[in-house]
């Protein structure tokens, strides 16, 4: 299940017993359309082991210039509230899956 993230919520899911995966994204973004599904997919995939969240840049600015978001779509991984990985780009489920796997 995805969860919706905003400058309000973020330091709670970061910082949670879970590792946690955010994407950030904007509606008018073509490549961020084709990720949403692989995203959705892999949230229900790994549902009750990676908290993953969704950050709309344009509704939450703070969090996309404390990450210097300047392209998106942008994935970050997080592991006991550290970024251990980034994905920049519209890229593979296989991609994405790799990634999922090492926060394991």
Known sequence: MEVQITNENFAS??????????????????????LAPIIAELAKEYDGKIVVGKCDVEENEDLAQEFAIRNIPTVLFFKGGEIVDKVVGAVSKAKLDEKFQALL
């Open 13 to 34: 899911l970061k910082n949670g017993q879970l590792p946690f995966v955010i994407d950030f994204w904007a509606t008018w973004c073509g490549p961020c359309r084709m």
